[in-house]
């Protein structure tokens, strides 16, 4: 059974910076794309970031354009760890964030095609 366990949410001010983290268990995920999506109070769950594996063990970042530079994804050496380092937090990125894995191919910003998701961890930034 693969889990995902995310942490490293909290409480921070605007302006300030958190790194979450997302380890995977239960087989190996290198050839998977593993990314963040989060969901603000009555809100709709919406992409955040990606990393998409390509051959060669490499994978690359997208991210969805409210993050403007602020926030930088990367792959654990172990290839099964998924981080997300946010940068000039802003009120409106809190929310609930989820760490996701889904097969390589498709549409990576859409939450379709991801088979495995963490339970959340809350982000929270004080005005």
């Known amino acids: 059974q693969v889990q995902l366990v995310e942490s490293g949410g909290g409480l921070v001010q605007a302006g300030g910076s958190l790194t979450l983290a997302c380890v995977a268990s239960?087989?190996?995920?290198?050839?998977?794309?593993m990314g963040w999506f989060r969901q603000a109070p009555g809100k709709e769950r919406e992409f955040v970031s990606v990393?998409?594996?390509?051959?060669?063990?490499?994978?690359?970042?997208y991210n969805a354009d409210f993050v403007q530079g602020r926030f930088t994804i990367s792959r654990g050496n172990a290839k099964n760890a998924v981080y997300l380092q946010m940068n000039s937090l802003k009120p409106e990125d809190t929310a609930l964030y989820y760490c996701?894995?889904?097969?390589?191919?498709?549409?990576?910003?859409?939450?379709?095609?991801?088979?495995?998701w963490g339970q959340g961890t809350q982000v929270t930034v004080s005005s």
């Open positions: 239960g087989r190996a995920l290198s050839t998977y794309d």
């Open positions: 996701a894995a889904r097969p390589p191919g498709g549409l990576v910003r859409k939450e379709e095609g991801y088979v495995y």
């Open positions: 990393t998409v594996w390509s051959r060669g063990s490499s994978y690359t970042g």
